[in-house]
């Protein structure tokens, strides 16, 4: 019998899960004897998952005992409607500050899970929904494994600065290799936490079974039956002898490597670490390191910044700050674009998969307008070729595509999306010309990456109802959008946008209407920072490389290529003309654009990439080279410089957002808990600014 673990002082009050029991009689499915069902419910619905606390592990702990004492011919466990389990309750990790609590949790999990394979009878576990981390783990003790095929499984625990700790970075080698167990435990977390669909799970030998959701339970407690009666046998195959171990490794730690820039960064050395072990190690011996483990990283600042972070983008996921009353939101049941590009059509595919609503793209010819048309149909076809869309759903958006080159098809839209050339004389035109065939409440959204929205709307009649509504490239992959107000932008108007936004499944940012919003502003000064510095004379790969050591998974010049040249050069110009001359132009850039270079790195013969020498022959010959360490030192304080002013002219309201929009719009690292607490953590905030952006504590170990 294990012993509950109290919470540490402060922490949120546990949302306890109960394990529920009851009998079932196996006769009707050719058995005779019973299955003691133990069931993980917290009593609320799927938008609260079971999780495990120290009081949800007593009471499973309890439940397994009572299960026991039944004599039944086996145990099963099984979620709640459409949940198995998140896994451990996070909430209270910030709040530990003794490696001790963090061992005795760690123990804790271990000693009641490991009841499930120890107690002397088969057990099994009904997987019938989302199954993570912890959750996914309590089922690897049991002996036999189904899953609903709906349901998404995964250990995500590497991606938030953890290790698989209450059994999974020991039994899943063992269960299914070293190869998978990489790619499960290494890759899918670092792959922006992959998740395992039910297939997958069972190709991976996670699972021995998959049913339906509409019969689920009653196929596993058939599978159950007919595995007791010796008619179905599970073959478990012994790794240790596999000659794959040192192979997968090495593969695991490239990925980790190429992740994070070359960093070793603590989470997934510590992981392949116990994954190795699992090669020789007894279950025991395995559990023992996993708790040694999970102590050194809770006791440590990534791991709290990487909490912080994971909380950020859980909160600001489900609410927006700022934003208006949902219900002032207009209803939006037709959408245009201007126009259709590769930029425009990406938005037209986004908005006309989720909204499901007839698009209309318009661009000056309607050859250009039939080939954005031609370019969204085409994505379709693809995602039914790759089974993420069924032929008939691509068929009915297909006939809600269109294009002209005649403005006037706008007539009746309810939200334009304009993504034109960046030009703001242009824009202002295009605004003028829409106005006259829109109806008054009509949303005019610009996909502006740093031009001024409000200039947009100077002599419109209506200026109350044009927002930016700036997105990041690739549109279908890049989660963050800015919701950009000017000072006349209406209420209902940010309403409708924030609406649009959840539709697209976007997280997002009220920010105001101030050169490059957020992400840009803060890139390009960080950027321009490290071009000066080539500028000046520094070796091109010294400046960037500079932010190598810190985790940093693409270098500046890296961002650069995919941005393009051209691109950067007119955000820094526009930055220039509206902040001032901290934001440079960079001679070594505009020879780059005047020539037509897009890159600083092309790729070799042997597959690698290396320097491009065009790019090299336009570099600025200064003659004040700096370290890599004076490279980093003055692209960090720049960050802290610009954060601090805007905040305080209240580009956003809070240090969290900025954060937000640093991890979701440009890729900070996790482990670093977002720009503003690396940026505490190191002393620069206090250095450059006099004060801190958080509060000491805050995404690192207590103060």
């Given amino acids: 019998m294990t012993t509950a673990t109290q919470l540490p002082e402060g922490a949120p009050e546990e949302v306890v899960t109960n394990a529920l029991v009851r009998d079932v009689d196996l006769s009707p499915f050719g058995y005779k004897g019973t ?206 002898t596999d000659p794959a171990w040192d192979s997968a490794l090495a593969a695991g730690r490239a990925a980790a490597l190429k992740k994070y820039g070359g960093a070793e960064i603590a989470s997934p050395m510590r992981a392949l670490e116990l994954i190795a072990a699992a090669r020789t190690n007894t279950r025991a011996q395995g559990f023992d390191a996993e708790d040694v483990a999970l102590a050194d990283l809770t006791m440590s600042d990534p791991l709290r910044a990487s909490l912080y972070a994971f909380n950020v983008i859980q909160k600001k ?52 307008a039939d080939k954005g048309v031609a370019w969204v149909k085409n994505e379709l076809a693809k995602l039914v070729e790759k089974k993420r869309m069924s032929a008939e759903s691509a068929g009915r958006l297909s006939l809600l595509i269109s294009g002209s080159s005649d403005q006037q098809v706008f007539a009746g839209c309810d939200f334009i999306i304009e993504a034109i050339f960046e030009e703001l004389s242009l824009k202002q035109e295009l605004f003028k010309k829409l106005e006259k065939s829109v109806g008054p409440e009509c949303v005019l959204a610009t996909n502006t990456s740093s031009l001024s929205v409000e200039r947009m709307s100077e002599g419109l009649e209506h200026p109350e109802r044009v927002v930016g509504f700036h997105f990041f490239n690739p549109v279908a992959v890049m989660p963050l959008l800015e919701v950009a107000r000017t000072s006349k932008t209406d209420d209902a108007t940010t309403a409708t946008a924030v609406s649009i936004g959840k539709e697209l499944k976007k997280t997002m940012i009220i920010c105001k209407d101030a050169p490059g919003f957020v992400v840009n502003r803060l890139l390009t000064r960080f950027m321009g920072e490290i071009t000066d510095a080539v500028d ?79 790019a090299l022959a336009l570099v600025h010959k200064g003659t004040t080279p700096s370290t890599a360490e004076q490279v980093r030192s003055r692209a960090l304080k720049a960050l802290a410089e610009e954060a601090r002013m805007m905040l305080d002219e209240g580009v956003v309201s809070t240090p969290a957002e900025i954060d937000l929009c640093m991890l979701m719009g440009a890729g900070w690292p996790m482990h670093l808990g977002g720009i503003l607490p690396y940026l505490d953590r190191e002393g620069i905030s206090e250095s450059v600014c006099g004060q801190r952006f958080h509060a000491p504590g805050i995404a690192s170990l207590p103060q």
């Fill in 35 to 240: 299955l003691a069902l133990i069931t993980l419910d917290n009593g609320l619905d799927h938008t609260r998952p079971n999780t495990f606390g120290p009081q949800s592990l007593a009471a499973l702990d309890a439940a397994i005992t009572d299960a026991a004492s039944r004599k039944p011919s086996a145990i099963a466990i099984t979620g709640k409607p459409f949940i198995f389990a998140a896994g451990a309750d996070l909430s209270a990790l910030s709040f530990l500050s003794k490696r001790e609590q963090s061992l005795a949790i760690g123990k804790l999990g271990h000693d009641v899970f490991r009841r499930l394979d120890e107690i002397g009878i088969p057990t099994f576990a009904f997987i019938n929904g989302l199954a993570l981390g912890g959750g996914l783990e309590v089922g690897l003790h049991c002996n036999y494994r189904t899953l609903s095929a709906t349901a998404l499984t995964g250990l995500p625990e590497v991606f938030l600065g953890l290790v698989p700790g209450w059994g999974g970075a020991t039994i899943v080698p063992k269960l299914i290799g070293p190869e998978r167990a990489v790619q499960i435990i290494i890759g899918n977390a670092l792959n922006n936490n992959t998740m395992m669909k039910s297939k997958d799970a069972l190709g991976l030998g996670i699972v021995d079974a998959i049913y339906a959701p509409a019969d689920f339970l009653e196929k596993s407690v058939a599978f159950a039956a007919s595995v007791l009666s010796a008619a179905t046998k599970i073959e478990r195959k012994d790794y240790s």
């Fill in 536 to 614: 000046e004379g520094t070796d091109p790969a010294t400046a960037d490389n500079a932010m190598r050591s810190i985790g940093f998974p693409m270098s500046p010049f890296e961002l650069l290529g995919l941005v393009g040249p051209g691109v950067a050069l007119h955000v820094s110009e526009t930055l220039n003309a509206n902040l001032g001359p901290r934001y440079r132009i960079s001679p070594t850039m505009q020879a780059m654009v005047k020539e037509g270079v897009k890159t600083f790195y092309i790729k070799n013969e042997d597959g690698s990439f290396g320097p491009n020498p065009a």
């Fill in 317 to 368: 996921r489900k609410k927006v700050e700022g934003a208006p009353k949902p219900a002032l939101a207009r209803k939006v049941s037709r959408v245009g674009v201007v126009g259709a590009g590769l930029m425009a059509s990406q938005l037209a595919l986004l908005l006309l998969r989720n909204l499901k609503c007839p698009v209309v793209m318009t661009d000056i010819d309607q050859e250009r």
